[in-house]
């Protein structure tokens, strides 16, 4: 079955610097990946989806890069700012409904 | 943007009672509607599938009997936690996909309902 995990689970960055957050799936047949940020107390919230016809999109101070020959999924958060302190979840929609999310990266930053 | 509220959002009852929490898309309408549960420092878990107008689809190993869902109109689904006991103490997430795009397209996450049982 479908499986999608990180590769850490928590991060530390210092402010300003860039952050990676990375994410590894298993079912070939996944064709839509998702990363959702989720702060204390809160639901996810959607950060940048990629589909699989490409290897690379970018959004505001954040990239996600796919590898589908590895299946390998990473967020890239550039000049990382406080309030980007959170969990941050990858999932993907392995060709059905449902959405299937990884364990999570706790991404902290240090002033 | 999107919005998926979700009520109440935080509630604390004593052993046995039932408990029901409410999912609404604000500005869209949504034929399914999904349910999740979080224990602290874990991922989201799907509960199950709520499909308006019919039964909700529950995944492997969730009591149908214990999580209540009715999603009654395209904007409101509702989950019924019945006899709730400490081990249901999770905080519970509801999401919402527009009925206007494919399956593809990212779901609207409700704030969740922290939920404790004494």
């Known amino acids: 079955g479908e499986s999608v995990g990180l590769h850490l689970p928590t991060l530390s960055v210092q402010e300003g610097d860039n952050s990676i957050i990375n994410c590894a799936y298993s079912n070939s047949a996944s064709d839509y990946f998702i990363w959702y940020k989720q702060e204390s107390g809160k639901g996810p919230q959607f950060i940048i989806d990629?589909?699989?016809?490409?290897d690379k999109r970018q959004g505001q101070r954040v990239t996600v890069l796919l590898n589908k020959t590895v299946k390998h999924l990473s967020l890239q958060i550039a000049a990382t700012q406080p309030g980007d302190s959170a969990v941050y979840f990858c999932?993907?929609?392995?060709?059905?409904?449902?959405?299937?999310f990884g364990q999570g990266t706790r991404l902290t930053i240090n002033p | 943007g999107a919005v998926v509220s979700q009520h109440p959002s935080w509630v604390i009852c004593k052993s046995g009672t039932s408990v029901k929490i409410e999912c609404r898309s604000l500005?869209?309408?949504?034929?399914?509607m999904f349910w999740y549960r979080q224990f602290p420092k874990q991922s989201l878990m799907l509960m199950a599938t709520?499909?308006?107008?019919?039964?909700?689809?529950?995944e492997q190993g969730v009591e149908k009997d214990k999580f209540l869902i009715n999603h009654a109109s395209l904007t409101l689904s509702t989950l019924t936690v019945t006899s709730a006991h400490p081990e249901d103490s999770s905080f519970y997430i509801c999401?919402?996909?527009?009925?206007?795009?494919?399956?593809?397209?990212?779901?609207?996450f409700g704030d969740g309902t922290r939920l404790s049982i004494l």
């Open positions: 990629i589909r699989s016809n490409m």
């Open positions: 999932a993907t929609v392995p060709g059905a409904q449902k959405l299937v």
């Open positions: 500005d869209f309408q949504a034929t399914t």
């Open positions: 999401s919402a996909r527009d009925t206007r795009y494919r399956a593809d397209k990212p779901q609207h």
């Open positions: 709520s499909n308006e107008g019919s039964k909700a689809t529950y």
